[in-house]
T-cell receptor, first 115, second 112 residues
Framework: EAGVAQSPRYKIIEKRQSVAFWCNPISGHATLYWYQQILGQGPKLLIQFQNNGVVDDSQLPKDRFSAERLKGVDSTLKIQPAKLEDSAVYLC?????????????FGPGTRLTVT | KQEVTQIPAALSVPEGENLVLNCSFTDSAIYNLQWFRQDPGKGLTSLLL?????REQTSGRLNASLDKSSGRSTLYIAASQPGDSATYLC???????????FGQGTELSVKP
């Protein structure tokens, strides 16, 4: 079974530029999560989708971050314009919604450097 | 506020030692708790998941325990090896399908 796929793996941009990240979850996983991990910290949820609907985006900086999940499969996270403090690893995870265990599976992440 | 704390932040041990990593959480009404491993520049690998009704889970040399009433979990690694060197993260969720709230991690170094 293929895991969670993310691209690109690395991205370097200048502040005020825009950037987009892509995620393809494990086949059949209805729930998709985007986390931000700043160096030396644990990941923090940015947004959670259930199929193509948003469940939780309370910590998403909506003035500059946006995300969508068309057709309930792939997802794109965009930052426009980027700030220096957006330098982080952006992790995508997915999980089956049914069942009690609900384990989350993570992709390799995209490392963003804003200069 | 729901928070997760991991102690110590970093740990260095000689190969072969048994060791314990600690995780505490402020709100004990968790749904489940996961331990992850993160290698430098890589994503997160799930090691163990403990449901709220369970007290422990084991996988090979790893054993994770959960004490909900005290808001604590421990990850026990037996006979540590240099390949165990990584950052270990603890995370809790408070409902089915809910977000994970992570600790800041413990960076483990096992010296040959």
């Amino acid at each position: 079974e293929a895991g969670v796929a993310q691209s690109p793996r690395y991205k370097i941009i200048e502040k005020r530029q825009s950037v987009a990240f892509w995620c393809n979850p494990i086949s059949g996983h209805a729930t998709l999560y985007w986390y931000q991990q700043i160096l030396g910290q644990g990941p923090k949820l940015l947004i959670q989708f259930q199929n193509n609907g948003v469940v939780d985006d309370s910590q998403l900086p909506k003035d500059r971050f946006s995300a969508e999940r068309l057709k309930g499969v792939d997802s794109t996270l965009k930052i426009q314009p980027a700030k220096l403090e957006d330098s982080a690893v952006y992790l995508c995870a997915s999980s089956l919604t049914a069942g009690p265990i609900n384990e989350q599976y993570f992709g390799p992440g995209t490392r963003l450097t804003v200069t | 506020k729901q928070e997760v704390t991991q102690i110590p932040a970093a740990l260095s041990v000689p190969e072969g030692e048994n060791l314990v990593l600690n995780c505490s959480f402020t709100d004990s009404a968790i749904y489940n708790l996961q331990w992850f491993r993160q290698d430098p520049g890589k994503g997160l690998t799930s090691l163990l998941l403990i449901q709220s009704s369970q007290r422990e889970q084991t996988s090979g040399r790893l054993n994770a325990s959960l004490d909900k009433s005290s808001g604590r979990s421990t990850l026990y690694i037996a006979a540590s090896q240099p390949g165990d060197s990584a950052t270990y993260l603890c995370a809790v969720s408070y409902n089915q399908g809910g977000k994970l709230i992570f600790g800041q991690g413990t960076e483990l170094s096992v010296k040959p």
